[in-house]
């Protein structure tokens, strides 16, 4: 799978960088390669080989957009009008060496480079299209995507839940939604699972931030306390939050619908969650 | 028509505001309300009349989502790190009135939103999706359409008939294109039009730029010169950029393709192009 994604990727920048402006066309290089761990990809074709479709141009276009949508928002989310994060992914961020405008660009091309690569894949399956654009645009944008997610750090009063469903958990809904709609199936019924693992991961993200030492998760540590923002470990204790973090990916798992593939998928989901928990915290000692 | 393309507008805006974080909403509405001259959509939807698709839910989305992703641009382009604009359209830019950050994720969900506004109405007609999507992405991205146009800007050295192809020209020719798409009908004849009215505008915009006094095209004056950046003005003269926008439009009108309503769609062409000439030049003295 994870080649697939890869695969897909590249030709979606390669698309987005050929002829292209030389700084706008490395900038999208640099934004994209080399990635974190492409959950939501990953997620993504899981649920639709799960429901039987092993492999589609369809899928493969619904993983990249969902990752181009996330590295859109990492670049945006990182400029100076924002976090102001010096690194990401473990290397200066996009901001820091091509310039703020640039970082735009590269932001806003991503996110179109997204949408044009489920339109390419989509004239071998114009039916599934709608429904996929919609969803991914969905989670991308306001009220409810990524966009508002962040935008809500601009409010003066933050609704907690709200906020961290749109940052987080959209684009989790969006791969679990999209890997059914690429399969053909009612998308609805993958939506718990999503919210779930949405859930999980931000709870993962406050931990990594809260217990991580100078930049060891590819980015400065303790930026939730400084920004003054909401976090699972200040409202639940670091105990609590990998509590809460289990108990989130126990229920992703259970909310798995019945499908062909759904024992793997549990599974995987579970593995996958596992991943997150801070090492001293892991239950299995091998 | 206008009322047609006002109305897709405001669906697509108290979509994307209701729910949404209150600055953001607020900000979205003011980028696109109250609007320039609509020429994109207008042209869409000539060209779709033109073809004998007199109103459907598809070619209004196509009208609402060009200006989307025009409104889009204008609100990225005049932000701090490209030309700092203190006014667009008679009244103070984005960025001046809800600040950077605010500004950088109105622009990011314009873009969005022209994406889902396509995919909303391609409900009804799956079948002209996958074309549309990929047209409306090509024009508003990388490697030729606006975001690259923007893109040029920050590069020491910049092929000015890309660069206003991408930035001016990508945007009108999607209009002439989608107008067909959404028809049913070829879009590839209908490039050339678009692209000789793009040519035409952005001559219009350098003389208005150039010949404008204060800020009276609402926004400030003599910005290319003081920029440094290519002008036809600067190559051409006054008058001689005043000829080449004449030549444009009458070509623009000799490339309508063949079709029911193409006398109509010349009319309408070469009166659109005429409202660019500056008023000291017009041939008419009615």
Redesign the interface.
Known sequence: MQNRIENALVNAVA???????????SA?SYAVFPGGARVRPLLCLAVAEANGEAASPLAEAAAAALELLHC?SLV?DD?P??DDASERRGKPSVHRVF????A??A???L???A??T???A??TA??R??????L???A??????L??G??????PSVPVAEYHRAKTGSLFVAATMAGAVVAGRDPLPWRAMGEKLGEAYQVADDLLDALAEGSEGGKPARQDEKLGRPSAVAALGVDGAVAHLRALVAGAADAVPECKGAATLRGLALQMAERLVPVRFKQSAA
Do not use: K, T
Not at 129 to 134: C, F, N, R, S
């Open positions: 698309r987005a960088e050929h002829g292209a402006p030389p700084r706008l066309g999208l859109a945006h400029l009008c924002f310039g703020e405008a640039i735009v660009l932001g806003d091309a996110i179109v480079s949408f044009e489920l339109a390419l989509g004239m114009p039916h299209l709608p429904a996929l654009v919609a991914m645009a969905r991308a944008g306001s009220p409810s995507g966009v508002a962040q935008a809500w750090e601009s409010e």
